[in-house]
């Protein structure tokens, strides 16, 4: 009979309230006025023909305001004529760990110093995970990742492949960051590129390296 | 006899029409404005195309209740092997249907002259002669009695679904809706009795007439005026018995999946939810009618509008009936639209406050204000 009544666990914090939130009906009234007022503000923008939410209408309408380091999608770099400079080597392939990327290898006998090239080159997006190891991998600094984002939205997955032919699409003079061709890259020769590609971040120095590889030869 | 036949037929279309076209509308509604509450868009993906063509109509996404509408009758009717499988089957139908009966007493429009609307016919207008019909499908004097008593009905709906599952989650969620439309009719009732104290009837159309004079000389008589707890108290007792956010527990779905519905799919289910849109709107309708002046302007009678008592603006009575049958849907519209404001923004109350808050806080008020009501009635009296 001397069983204790059940008391409610007191937490270490239970919130303590002032007698004005604990009448609730002000409190909500506030609350209703904070959502309220942002369904007129956003209600007028509306109907002035602004457009009052923050959310893009994709795949109509993309952001334009990427980071700058975004991983969005693959580019293939190319070479001065415009051939990828990809020399079809497989390591994007077996390092990538969603096993996303595909590449046929082809002899071009008119290239003595790359004799191979990809005659396919193509990407799954559908399972591809942007992780940026094939970038990581690549010897020749031949793939990279640009902020822009694929046309990818599609009914099925045939076609949400990236082809050489996008991937080529890429405009090497318009990337501020990474320039391609590094400066005086392009004069020292195919021998050569492979070094003065390996610098080539940082754009001031891409001189003194080709003076340096010169003076190395001599 | 056959004139009233026709006008009443019309009164029952178009009720119809006006419930199931809110609980439409507000399922978009309700859509649309929480995504303008958070910033975002709304469903806008839904689209008819003009046959043969490429034209697709979005029409800012009205047509994802079509869509939802063909989804859940092309559904698969699961059933699970109840051992009460006649009250699982009818327990969607009387959710539903007392939810329609109880617009049958709410009127949504004066008093209506078809001779005079139908002048340009003369046959017409002779053939109605000088008959008059309140606009409402059944004028009763127990109207607010009726109200509360096919809003009660619901319950036992709600109860006959959890039980009749075989689950323990609907069962659950029926106890909470047992205990909590129980707990909340009861304030409802009680928030109602101060109006019918000043007022002095039940009937809804005198309710509505007498809400079109004036107090103190400037403000509207609206019941909003007269008993402000009153209306605050009954609009969160209303939405507590709709058994919405934030009183959503009987089919809260972090918790009870959902709730007393939670073996229902397709259409029944689909039934479940349009009960609740509609009754959204029939809360709305109600709390026009007791305390926003019903199916008037402020100051307009069924004549046109009388300022000050001796200003008149007379109306034809064409105008008189569009402009109450227009206010009233606005008023409805508007008041729907509050509480899919309060169901975006209160968070859900846990179990033991739902009741703590109806029997601790709710009650108590309701009383004070009804003895104050009543003091204040009697003394004027006096």
Do not use: D
């Given at each position: 009979m001397n069983k204790k009544p059940y008391q409610r666990k007191v937490y270490w914090n239970a919130p303590t309230l002032t007698w004005w939130e604990r009448a609730y009906l002000f409190e909500i009234l506030r609350g209703l006025g904070i959502t309220g007022g942002v369904f007129l503000r956003n209600m007028w923008k509306w109907m002035t023909f602004r457009k009052g939410a923050l959310t893009t209408y994709y795949p109509e309408e993309t952001r334009a305001d990427y980071a700058q380091n975004n991983r969005g999608k693959h580019v293939l770099t190319q070479r001065p004529d415009g051939r990828p400079q990809c020399i079809a080597c497989n390591m994007c392939a077996t390092v990538c760990p969603a096993q996303v990327i595909e590449i046929d290898a082809a002899f071009d006998p008119d290239d003595a110093a790359h004799p191979k090239y990809p005659s396919r080159f193509e990407i799954d997006y559908s399972r591809c995970i942007f992780c940026g190891l094939c970038v990581e991998a690549c010897p020749e600094d031949a793939i990279r990742m640009v902020k822009e984002v694929p046309e990818l939205p599609s009914a099925d997955r045939e076609h949400m492949w990236l082809k050489l032919d996008e991937l080529l699409q890429w405009k090497p003079q318009s990337d501020v960051a990474k320039p391609y061709p590094a400066k005086g890259a392009a004069s020292v020769g195919p021998a050569s590129a492979g070094l003065g590609k390996s610098t080539g971040h940082k754009p001031p120095e891409g001189g003194t390296t080709a003076t340096r590889a010169k003076g190395a030869a001599a | 006899m056959i004139q009233d036949l026709v006008v009443y037929a019309v009164y029952i279309g178009y009720a119809l029409a006006v419930l199931m076209g809110f609980g439409t509308i507000l399922t978009w509604v309700e859509r649309k404005q929480a995504a303008v509450m958070s910033d975002r868009i709304g469903a806008n993906r839904a689209y008819i195309r003009i046959p043969f063509t490429q034209v697709k109509l979005i029409w800012l996404g009205l047509f994802h209740g079509i869509a939802d509408g063909i989804k859940m009758l092309l559904k698969e009717d699961w059933k699970p092997r109840s051992y009460d499988w006649y009250a699982y089957a009818v327990a969607p139908w009387v959710v539903f249907t007392p939810v329609l009966l109880v617009f049958a007493v709410i009127p949504f429009g004066g008093i209506l002259n078809p001779a005079k609307l139908l002048q340009g016919i003369p046959a017409a207008a002779a053939w109605f002669g000088d008959r008059t019909y309140p606009m409402q499908i059944a004028r009763l004097d127990a109207g607010l009695l009726i109200v509360f008593a096919f809003g009660g009905m619901s319950i036992i709906g709600a109860m006959l679904a959890g039980w009749s599952s075989a689950n323990k989650f609907s069962m659950l969620g029926a106890l909470r809706a047992g205990s909590q439309m129980i707990s909340y009719e009861l304030i409802m009732g009680l928030t109602v009795l101060g109006l019918i104290l000043i007022y002095g009837t039940v009937d809804l159309t005198t309710i509505v007439q007498q809400q079109s004079s004036t107090l103190l000389g400037f403000l509207p008589a609206w019941g909003i005026f007269l008993q402000p707890f009153a209306a605050t108290l009954f609009l969160a007792a209303a939405i507590a018995e709709n058994k919405r956010i934030p009183f959503d527990l009987p089919e809260a779905e972090s918790e009870l999946?959902?709730?007393?519905?939670?073996e229902y799919s397709a259409m029944k289910m689909g039934l479940f939810m349009f009960a609740e849109f509609i009754e959204i709107a029939i809360v709305a309708a109600l709390f026009t009618t007791l305390f926003l002046g019903g199916y008037n302007l402020p100051f307009m009678t069924d004549d046109g509008f009388v300022f000050r008592g001796d200003l008149v603006l007379p109306m034809s009575h064409g105008a008189v009936v569009v402009t109450q049958l227009v206010v009233f849907l606005a008023k409805v519209l508007l008041i729907a639209s509050f509480q899919i404001l309060i169901r975006w923004s209160l968070p859900r109350f846990r179990y033991d406050q739902v009741l703590m808050f109806a029997w601790k806080f709710m009650l108590p008020l309701t009383l004070v204000n009804l003895t104050v009501t009543a003091v204040l009635a009697w003394s004027n009296q006096g």
């Open positions: - | 999946i959902a709730g007393f519905y939670t």
